[in-house]
T-cell receptor, first 115, second 114 residues
Framework: AQTVTQSQPEMSVQEAETVTLSCTYD???????LFWYKQPPSRQMILVIR??????QNATENRFSVNFQKAAKSFSLKISDSQLGDAAMYFCAYSSQGGSEKLVFGKGTKLTVNP | GAVVSQHPSWVICKSGTSVKIECRSLDFQATTMFWYRQFPKQSLMLMATSNEGSKATYEQGVEKDKFLINHASLTLSTLTVTSAHPEDSSFYIC??????????FGQGTRLTVV
């Protein structure tokens, strides 16, 4: 079974600074998807960024980018120019390839942004 | 993006009663829906996977007789918590996928059993 590990229960960053959230996973599959989801206090899950395992290029979405190291099974999220609205729980998630596969979530990292 | 609507957002019920939570995909047909449970300050725990027209697949340790899941159409899945007890109080979230990598989430339902 696949597992996702987030080793940082909490992180903090100063506004406008950069922070990196760590995620490692374990799988025997070669094709899969990796995600970072944000859960603000409203508890609505919001997709931040997605990476397909077959793609060597790291995904980017505006201020958010990932460092995907397939051999090391590592998938970290970098948030640049942090904003107060970035404060939330961040969950790393894994999904097998296929449109009806479940997501396996890590335990989450609580990000605090200090003004 | 696709919209998943979950209702109600919060519900309070008396111990021993049943409560139904609805999850609707508003602008797409969801072949598969997922039900998660989230305790305070914890991650999402998958309870079951629901496919339209077939029985739900429950994760190990989830009581299928207590958490009844019905996926009667491609746009609606329901979770019924039967004979609810205070320990069933939690945040329940549904999610839907339509043959795409991305999963779309409902707003969640906060259930409090008193």
């Amino acid at each position: 079974a696949q597992t996702v590990t987030q080793s940082q229960p909490e992180m903090s960053v100063q506004e406008a600074e950069t922070v990196t959230l760590s995620c490692t996973y374990d799988t025997s599959e070669s094709d899969y998807y990796l995600f970072w989801y944000k859960q603000p206090p409203s508890r609505q899950m919001i997709l931040v960024i997605r990476q397909e395992a077959y793609k060597q290029q790291n995904a980017t979405e505006n201020r958010f980018s990932v460092n995907f190291q397939k051999a090391a099974k590592s998938f970290s999220l970098k948030i640049s120019d942090s904003q107060l609205g970035d404060a939330a729980m961040y969950f790393c998630a894994y999904s097998s390839q296929g449109g009806s596969e479940k997501l396996v979530f890590g335990k989450g990292t609580k990000l605090t942004v200090n003004p | 993006g696709a919209v998943v609507s979950q209702h109600p957002s919060w519900v309070i019920c008396k111990s021993g009663t049943s409560v139904k939570i609805e999850c609707r995909s508003l602008d797409f047909q969801a072949t598969t829906m997922f039900w998660y449970r989230q305790f305070p300050k914890q991650s999402l725990m998958l309870m079951a996977t629901s496919n339209e027209g077939s029985k739900a697949t429950y994760e190990q340790g989830v009581e299928k007789d207590k958490f009844l899941i019905n996926h009667a159409s491609l746009t609606l899945s329901t979770l019924t918590v039967t004979s609810a007890h205070p320990e069933d109080s939690s945040f329940y979230i549904c999610s839907a996928r339509i043959y795409s990598p991305e999963a779309f989430f409902g707003q969640g339902t906060r259930l409090t059993v008193v």
